[in-house]
């Protein structure tokens, strides 16, 4: 299984960016998420959305970040609002399912203050 992000990029604090990630295969069982890593510090999880659409978010995305999905396209998405400097890292998509889990590659999130 692929899974292939975009939509990183730099961008000033108070502004919006959006990232998506595709699958080379059918999501719909899978929960998926979007975790972010900062050179020197753990994985954190973003955001994440069940098979059934409940989402959870990290308490310091809240309200501020979106997930959302696309069975029908095998895509999950990431809408950033009022970007702070500390969201700056770089982002994964995720796959998951019991002991079964899929990585995309990463894409950079640079926010400028």
């Known amino acids: 299984v692929q899974l292939q992000a975009s939509g990183g990029g730099l961008v000033q604090a108070g502004e919006s960016l959006k990232l998506s990630c595709t699958a080379s295969?059918?999501?719909?069982?899978?929960?998926m998420a979007w975790y972010r890593q900062v050179p020197g510090q753990e994985r954190e999880m973003v955001a994440s959305?069940?098979?059934?659409?409940?989402?959870k978010y990290a308490d310091s995305v809240k309200g501020r970040f979106t997930i959302s999905r696309d069975v029908r396209r095998n895509t999950v998405s990431l809408e950033m609002n009022s970007l702070k400097p500390e969201d700056t890292a770089v982002y994964y998509c995720?796959?998951?399912?019991?002991?079964?889990?899929?990585w995309g590659q990463g894409t950079l999130v640079t926010v400028s203050s």
């Open positions: 295969r059918s999501t719909n069982v899978f929960v």
């Open positions: 959305i069940y098979p059934g659409g409940h989402t």
């Open positions: 995720n796959m998951a399912r019991g002991s079964t889990m899929y």
